[in-house]
Each structure stands twice: as structure tokens, then as C-alpha cells.
């Protein structure tokens, strides 16, 4: 049984910085991607960034690229998502993902992930 536990969430201002974390737990992760997703109210969920296990090899929304960055620590089966210079519009309950059988250039439609951490929050103030 894969679980995902996401943690690391909370409020910050505007310019701020925040590191989320996804313990990952139940497979070996080897073979999948890992993903971020995030829902604000009122909106759909929303692709931020994916990694491949093995590999490193990454993909970011253009909303987020150079401001977050998406990492993950082998031995500790936990996946990161550093995220700087937050803006308002960032916020949002943020959730980790993982795809059994991730593409070449990884998934971003949350469709395809096969399985989901129950979400953390994250809120910018302007």
C-alpha cells in the first residue's frame, strides 16, 4: 500500500520561503515519478512540478520555474519542494503525487498519478 504524507506547509509573506516535504512509504520508488499538485479554492487542481525517481530529471510549471525547486532524498523516500519568492498567488493546498508508469517527459495532468498524499497548506499574505 503506497503512502504519501505531505508536511512543511503554513503561512508566510509575500517574498518568503517554504519547503515542503513527502514521505513516501509502501514501494520502492525506483521506477516512478513524483510529483506536486495544487488546488486553490474555487480552481482546479493544478500541475507545479514532477521528478523521476532514478534519474533526477525534472519538469516544472512556467508559473514556478526558478522559484521552486522539486528534489528528493533516497535514502529517506522523501520527495522536497523548495519554494521561494512566494507570491499570493501561490497559495494554495498543495499535494505529492506518484505515477507508476511515467512517460519520458513525466505527466502533468493529475489524471495519470496514481496515488496521493491527503494535502498540505500553504498561504501567502500580500
Known amino acids: 500500500q503506497v503512502q504519501l504524507v505531505e508536511s512543511g506547509g503554513g503561512l508566510v509573506q509575500a517574498g518568503g520561503s517554504l519547503r515542503l516535504s513527502c514521505a513516501a512509504s509502501?514501494?520502492?520508488?525506483?521506477?516512478?515519478?513524483m510529483a506536486w499538485f495544487r488546488q486553490a479554492p474555487d480552481k482546479e487542481r493544478e500541475f507545479v512540478a514532477a521528478?523521476?525517481?532514478?534519474?533526477?530529471?525534472?519538469r516544472y510549471a512556467d508559473s514556478v520555474r526558478g522559484r521552486f525547486t522539486i528534489s528528493r532524498d533516497n535514502a529517506k523516500n522523501t520527495l522536497y519542494l523548495q519554494m521561494n519568492s512566494l507570491k499570493f498567488e501561490d497559495t494554495a493546498l498543495y499535494y505529492c503525487?506518484?505515477?507508476?508508469?511515467?512517460?519520458?517527459?513525466?505527466?502533468?495532468?493529475?489524471?495519470?498519478?496514481?496515488?496521493w498524499g491527503q494535502g498540505t497548506q500553504v498561504t501567502v499574505s500580500s
Open positions: 509502501g514501494r520502492t520508488f525506483s521506477s516512478y515519478a
Open positions: 521528478m523521476r525517481w532514478s534519474s533526477g530529471f525534472t
Open positions: 503525487a506518484a505515477d507508476e508508469a511515467p512517460p519520458v517527459y513525466l505527466h502533468t495532468s493529475s489524471s495519470t498519478y496514481d496515488y
